[in-house]
């Protein structure tokens, strides 16, 4: 497999990974804790998710062809903690709409296309170095989510990756196996499903 092939596969594989431990720490919440912000300056989840979505549907529609940032985004209005419904089903609907398009974008492109030139905020960059500040931002604000469900979650947290003080027995266990060429994610995926 070419190199922009096994790139481009990465990429899908690290983005579903990041999608699905969001997904894994936003269900380990009720309904209500989605929506508390500590203070104005903090966003809560639904921001997050919110953001996440314009940023999404503003990067990804027509990805090739028009710049990034759409006229039709209001990302500031990204940021508002206004919701029309504060339920869990129309947040998540956001969130699927956005991993919808991303995925959708990603799931096209060609080897041959990862050196084309793209726009954002009329700034030129290669097709890749679009992908990559996406696959830098999205898991940030994913951090973000993660770090704000744990402290909100007023029972036993169910850890998303090596659990408090199992580094040791994690590392056995893989030690333990054949060595393997794999992507990092494929073994992760899997504890988190």
């Known amino acids: 497999m070419e190199t922009s092939n096994i790139y481009l596969e990465s990429v899908k594989k690290q983005m579903l990974y990041y999608k699905t431990v969001a997904e894994k720490a936003i269900e380990q919440l009720e309904n209500d804790q989605l929506f508390i912000s500590t203070n104005e300056d903090t966003n809560s989840i639904a921001t997050i998710i919110k953001h996440l979505h314009g940023n999404m549907l503003s990067r990804w529609t027509d990805f090739l062809t028009t710049d990034g940032e759409k006229e039709w985004r209001m990302r500031d209005a990204e940021f508002d903690s206004n919701f029309k419904e504060n339920d869990k089903n129309s947040l998540m ?101």
């Open 93 to 193: 609907q956001l969130w699927n709409e956005g991993w919808a398009c991303f995925f959708n974008a990603i799931h096209a492109l060609q080897p041959e296309d990862l050196s084309k030139i793209i726009y954002i905020r009329n700034e030129g960059q290669t097709a890749l170095d679009a992908i990559n500040r996406q696959l830098a931002h999205y898991p940030y604000h994913i951090g973000q989510i993660v770090f704000f469900a744990k402290m909100l979650k007023q029972t036993e947290w169910n850890s998303l990756s090596i659990p408090k003080n199992k580094s040791n027995s994690y590392n056995a266990d893989k030690f333990a196996k054949e060595k393997s060429l794999k992507h990092f994610t494929d073994d992760e995926l899997k504890k988190l499903q």
